[in-house]
């Protein structure tokens, strides 16, 4: 396998990095976070129209690219770096494997297995369509969200409005031919995507930071201990990004889901840890300023959360790959 991106893939991320810098900077980042119109969706029209949703799709589909989730790896990541809001993933995995129509928006919850708590969605009201996965029995249902009950929640990113699903699920088309377990790789490997990207801009952000900001007459960056934040900053993120890069391409070449569990399972660990660690080290790189709300430089550590506890969380992929090595160890017996 050659993991060197090829010119087109260079030219797909680069392209994305000037659209999103270009409408969603700072200032619109300000902006979608007090917005008095929570339900909007930022950017919505024109990530549809750069095929951030449909890069997977076949070309003989509207708007389909026909490209695989090495490429949207890619885009996810800079999606990520920039910190745009939305059901990004369940969009995605929607459009590709259930048709979504372009610029609409999906949701997508595991009703099964149970155990992981409540069930939260996501601006639920915004949805035109929810999917129900059950990793349990494979199948998956799309519902309407206008027939499920639920109640808002507050949640730890501004950006990322919660709602949690009450009573029964109604019950909802099924999906032939969608595999849940695939369905939630998938996602998790996509969400650790976009965990590349905020564990990126982190390091970007700390490092032009101290450049900056000086102390006793010099730049703080030129203290150790601040060189030390920064380099850890870095040495947790570039194996996550090749670790995420590494099990796409896998995925590519036609690798099951079994397989293809196992190495998003250590990817998103890898790039969980690379997120949350790195907004740690960017908020104590700031000082008291990192903290407050006047600051952007919180939101990273928020969104870092918000992506940790999506699809495959913590417990499950530890779980996944202690499996995995206990069944190779005593295939060596």
């Avoid at 810098?21 to 930022?42: C, H, I, N, V, Y």
């Amino acid at each position: 396998m050659d993991f060197r991106l090829t010119d087109d893939q260079i030219a797909l991320q680069l392209g994305l990095r000037e659209l999103l810098t270009g409408r969603f900077g700072p200032e619109q980042l300000r902006t979608a976070m007090t917005d008095s119109d929570k339900d909007r969706l930022p950017l919505w029209s024109e990530l549809a129209d750069a095929g951030l949703f449909s890069l997977r799709k076949p070309e003989q589909q509207e708007g389909g690219l026909g490209l695989g989730l090495a490429e949207a790896v890619l885009a996810f990541e800079e999606v990520g770096r920039a910190l745009v809001p939305g059901p990004l993933v369940a969009t995605e995995l929607a459009t590709v494997h259930a048709s979504l129509p372009l610029h609409q928006a999906a949701g997508l919850c595991r009703n099964r297995p149970a155990g992981r708590g409540p069930l939260l969605v996501e601006r639920l009201p915004t949805l035109d369509t929810l999917l129900l996965a059950d990793t349990v029995t494979g199948e998956v249902q799309s519902v309407s969200p206008a027939r499920v009950r639920a109640r808002s929640r507050r949640g730890v990113d501004p950006l990322t409005p919660l709602w949690e699903l009450e009573g029964p699920l109604p019950s909802g088309d099924p999906l032939p031919g969608l595999d849940a377990r695939r369905l939630w790789v998938e996602g998790s490997l996509l969400t650790a995507a976009l965990q590349v990207g905020v564990a990126s801009r982190a390091v970007a952000t700390a490092v032009v930071y101290a450049g900056q900001r000086e102390q006793f007459g010099q730049p703080i960056g030129a203290f150790q201990a601040v060189q030390h934040l920064c380099a850890d900053m870095l040495a947790r993120t570039e194996p996550a990004r090749a670790a995420v890069r590494a099990a796409a391409v896998c995925a590519d070449a036609g690798a099951s889901t079994a397989e293809l569990a196992v190495a998003t399972a250590g990817a998103k660990l890898l790039a969980d840890q690379a997120a949350v660690r790195g907004a740690r080290d960017c908020l104590q790189v700031h000082g008291g300023m990192g903290f407050t709300w006047e600051a952007d430089v919180h939101l990273l550590l928020k969104r870092a959360w918000v992506y940790e506890g999506s699809f495959a969380g913590a417990a499950e992929s530890t779980e996944l790959l202690a499996e995995d090595l206990s069944a190779a160890a005593v295939g060596h017996l």
